[in-house]
């Protein structure tokens, strides 16, 4: 039978281990937001951001909402900055989850940007935070539905994308200005190298006990979405939403959801995945009006 002091006693070391948890959102945008307001229930959470404002602007929301926040500068291509990162998460607690949404699109940024920015940096942040997620933790890296129509590389080329040392990464042949000349196919290599690097991560995550997965959205409606959707891509984002087995665009709270599960205890037999969820877009390309059509004999497509 526990005593009154020895039940608060016990009550308070029970309070400080439960608070001593860290949830890491790294691009605290809309999505990184709907999954972190799922997971991060009485922990700590820690919103990193390239810009300052950024990350102050989601800890308003989230504080207003009730969760315990901290937040960070980061810049996901720079390695002394993600190691930085790193240790301030570790001074707060044991770091239980990592949710990386950090990232820019082709109407953003130049294809040099976007390899540093979107692959280079995942690399990182997945290396970085492998060193010290702690046992039952788990991780979610957002790739995109454009990984999904890249097409099939090398066996080798799957395989330098998936286990070359971050740093050595933009060095590989296949990812050199005269090989990668436009953003789309930037983004692409890098969501398509997101996916295969989780899932060589998710090997040595699995040794820490650990899991961490890919949630490969389609056209979600974030303030990115909007950038893409006013951009020179506009008119085939449009196409895509009115084409597409769902006929809409995705909400960032159904990739919470997602999200919630990957890093849940619902999903501790998931690790090393990808999952695609663009309303069926994909499938459109391959088997419904979507699929680009065949060329005549002229050269011109019907």
């Not at 308070?12 to 790294?26: A, C, F, P, Y």
């Not at 969820?277 to 499938?283: F, K, R, S």
Request: charged share 20%.
């Amino acid at each position: 039978m526990w005593t009154w002091s020895q039940k608060v006693a016990r009550g308070r070391i029970t309070k400080g281990l439960l608070m001593s948890e860290v949830i890491v959102v790294i691009g605290p945008g809309s999505i990184g937001q709907a999954i972190a307001r799922r997971v991060s229930a009485g922990k700590k959470v820690l919103l990193a951001d390239l810009r300052q404002e950024n990350a102050e602007a989601a800890a308003e929301v989230l504080s207003n909402a009730g969760f315990e926040v901290n937040t960070a500068i980061v810049d996901v291509s720079a390695r002394e900055s993600v190691h930085a990162l790193v240790q301030t998460a570790i001074a707060l607690g044991d770091v239980t989850g990592v949710i990386h949404a950090a990232g820019v699109s082709p109407s953003q940024a130049s294809p040099e940007t976007i390899l540093s920015v979107d692959l280079y940096g995942t690399a990182l942040v997945l290396e970085q935070f492998g060193n010290v997620i702690a046992s039952g933790g788990a991780g979610v890296v957002i790739a995109s539905q454009s990984g999904h129509r890249l097409g099939a590389l090398t066996a080798e080329q799957d395989v330098a994308l998936a286990i070359t040392p971050a740093d050595e990464l933009l060095t590989l042949p296949m990812l050199q200005p005269d090989q990668v000349t436009d953003p789309l196919h930037a983004y692409q290599l890098s969501k398509r190298g997101n996916a295969l690097r989780v899932m060589a991560e998710a090997v040595r995550w699995g040794r820490r006990g650990a899991r961490v997965n890919t949630i490969s959205p389609g056209i979600i409606v974030t303030p990115l979405a909007k950038d893409e959707l006013t951009g020179p891509r506009g008119e085939g984002y449009r196409r895509m939403i009115e084409l597409c087995p769902a006929g809409r665009a995705g909400t960032p709270d159904e990739v919470g959801t997602v999200g919630a599960l990957l890093m849940g205890p619902e999903g501790a037999f998931i690790t090393g995945s990808d999952f695609l969820m663009d309303g069926g877009v994909t499938a459109a390309y391959r088997f419904g009006e979507l699929a680009p059509k065949p060329a005549t004999a002229d050269g011109a497509t019907p």
